[in-house]
């Protein structure tokens, strides 16, 4: 997402590539090996129409009571999914673009984006409190395991994760 009062937002190709690692482990969900414990992972949902999408992102509304509503619509062309002003935008065309990971990662703009007004600094799209928020998410949304997982994927590449969201 981008915004007129956004910092600069040098984390984005990291973010995606550690989401990259933790979207195909849920792909496959089961037992993996997590640093020589036994990780239970959720295999993630993956959606084949704009109303099943519509449905999981207004799931997701109600696990916060005081965010604002959000819509999703399909996105020409094979491209990314996108996140501005309460809309997701998916390329519903491309088979990526329909995997929960995606949806909790546009959902993610929504948290942050929602909470930078009024007394929050601006932060980039994808800083600490993107991430923050994106696991917490995760642990709302799936399970504690594989928010467990994206936090670990985050580290490994040298993004912070910060303990508490403010
Ligand atoms: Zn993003």
């Known amino acids: 997402m981008a915004g007129a009062t956004m910092s600069r937002d040098v984390d984005r190709a990291a973010v ?18 997590f640093f020589g414990s036994r990780l239970q992972l959720p295999v993630q949902t993956r959606f084949g129409s704009l109303p099943a999408v519509q449905q999981y992102v207004e799931n997701l509304v109600t696990m916060y009571p005081d965010i ?17 002003n309460g809309v997701i935008a998916i390329p519903m065309a491309a088979t990526w673009a329909c995997r929960e990971s995606v949806l909790l990662h546009e959902f993610g703009h929504h948290l942050n984006s929602g909470s930078c007004e009024g ?28 928010a467990l997982l994206l936090r670990s994927c985050f580290e490994s590449k040298g993004l912070v994760v910060p303990a508490h969201v403010d």
């Open 68 to 84: 604002p509503p959000v819509s999703a619509r399909h996105r020409r062309g094979d491209t990314r999914a996108h996140y501005s």
């Open 16 to 33: 995606y590539a550690a989401e990259d690692q933790w979207s195909a482990a849920i792909d496959r969900g089961g037992v993996i090996d």
């Open 119 to 146: 007394s929050h600094a601006p932060q980039p799209a994808h800083g600490p409190r993107f991430r923050a928020l994106m696991v917490e998410l995760v642990g709302r949304a799936q399970t504690l395991e594989s």
